[in-house]
């Protein structure tokens, strides 16, 4: 297949003689795997539309129901603010959370393929249970499964295609999970339309479709290759080598094995992964990649808009079918976001997308919370032309996250990590980013119950805050090797007297400097 790859760029090391093209087979790779994606993006749509269904509110949470209908074509900041109900949705998070734990150990030792098809079985035991739920405790049961396959795929995948995608075009192949998490998403929408008008099942069939994206997952996975990454830090060098030649398309692949290879060995000398992401040396890989990026992600509020768009639209006056309609316009919106970051991100770069999208969302955030402020809560219908723009300000904001923070989110900590700790540092990349998924599920619909249109200026007050810190403190890493990532600290106006202190970390600099001038 036409399209070709070579150096350039790079920090430094044998990335320029790196040779190579796109071949059928990693294109083949590259979808299969990157729709690990839509199980994570399924679920977010799903859950935000069946916790507006009526006949499942009925069913599960009657004093929910009483509660929207006697605010039924009225503002009011308090009908969903159920502790239970927002358990339905956050359970999931927490499951996940605890699950990646066991990913990384997986992941780690049986590759991540493994890990995409533990998730992917776990998703689909967990749709079944949802879809033949008959009490909160079946249903919660349900979201656990589900939380554990998301733990188990949202390690994985990020990953794969790290790893598995040439350097000049690593942040368009990662961002494949952020597209299908988009499409799952929008996918979830539009289900959720329609299987609204069949009463009293729709919800079931809603939830139970899942088994559909993780039976095809599944199957997709057991013809995927391994990453040569995971089968040269496993010790499998020949397969290695021979997977990498048939993804690159050529013989002449010595220096990327080479590289592969010396990355590995310095890997095995590492023990105590977890703990070794304590050390000087990696300080940088933790502040930003483990813990602000992963938490930044969820405190932009996105998460919030997306799990409870049909519940805030119906907050705001809006009819059942209208809060599902508007739900697929913002999912539409993701998807146009996650395209023109696929399209920009090699070009442009991390630190411009991050930069420019936080303007954008700090100023819708502030429009809907102006607007909130001036027009709503006191029991009155918004008028249509109020009603429009906060669905466009809305939509602002999330098509600036889609091409931001949702998939740099999963890209920039998949590249900052060492190979010898990529796998661990990726499960605290999980572990952080679920927990406070669920931690702002949780608090959501309170929030918004307490504190008013004051929780849209909360977020944008977050996202400055956010935009600050990778202004400061993110290194670009556009079109750098992901073996040499590591190399850029060392040229940061902070991280370089932070990293520096390290003598393993001169060790490790000194070495890749001596293979270079050889």
Known sequence: MAGGFAGGGAASGRAELYEGRITSYFI??????????????????????VTSMDDFLK???????????????????????????????????????????????VTKRRGRRASIMVGAASF?????????????????????????????GNQA??????????????????????LTTCLGILVADVI???????HPWGWRLSLGLAMGPATAIFAGALFLPETPNSLVERGHLEEARRVLEKVRGTHKVDAEFEDLREASEAARAVTGTFRNLLATRNRPQLVIGALGIPAFQQLSGM?????????????????SSAALYSSIITGSMLVVGALISMVTVDRLGRRFLFIEAGVQMISSMVVVAVILALKFGHGE?????????????????????????????????????????????????????????????????????HLRWGVFVLFASLIVVMSIFVILLLPETKQVPIEEVWMLFDRHW????????????QGNLHQQQEMARA
Not at 303 to 319: A, E, T
Not at 494 to 505: C, E, F, G, H, N
Request: charged share 10%.
């Open 157 to 178: 995948v990020p990953l794969y295609l790290s790893e598995i995608a040439p350097y000049r075009i690593r942040g368009a192949v990662n961002q494949l999970f952020q």
């Open 28 to 49: 083949l790779a590259c979808v299969v795997g990157s729709f690990g994606g839509s199980l994570f993006g399924y679920d977010l749509g799903v859950s935000s539309g």
């Open 303 to 319: 998460n919030s808009i997306l799990f409870y768009s049909p519940v805030i639209f119906q907050s705001l006056g809006f009819g």
């Open 381 to 449: 219908e918004l008028s249509k032309g109020v009603s429009t723009v906060l669905v466009v300000a809305i939509c602002l904001f999330v098509v600036a996250y889609g091409w931001s923070w949702g998939p740099l989110g999963w890209l920039v900590p998949s590249e900052l990590f060492p190979l010898e700790m990529r796998s661990a540092g990726q499960s605290v990349v999980v572990c952080v980013n679920l927990f406070w998924t669920a931690a702002v599920a949780q608090c959501f619909l309170a929030a918004l119950c």
């Open 494 to 505: 902070y991280w370089k007297r932070i990293v520096r202190k390290d003598p393993k970390y």
């Open 124 to 152: 689909f035991l967990g749709g079944a249970v949802n879809a033949a739920a008959v009490n909160i405790a079946m249903l919660i049961v349900g979201r656990v499964l589900l939380g554990v396959g998301i733990g188990f």
């Open 192 to 198: 959720n339309y329609f299987t609204d008008r069949l």
């Open 59 to 105: 069913k599960f949470f009657p004093d929910v129901y009483r509660r929207k209908q006697a605010h039924l074509h009225e503002t009011d900041y308090c009908k969903y603010d159920n502790q239970v109900l927002t358990l339905f949705t956050s359970s999931l998070y927490f499951a996940g959370l605890v699950s990646t734990f066991g990913a990384s150990y």
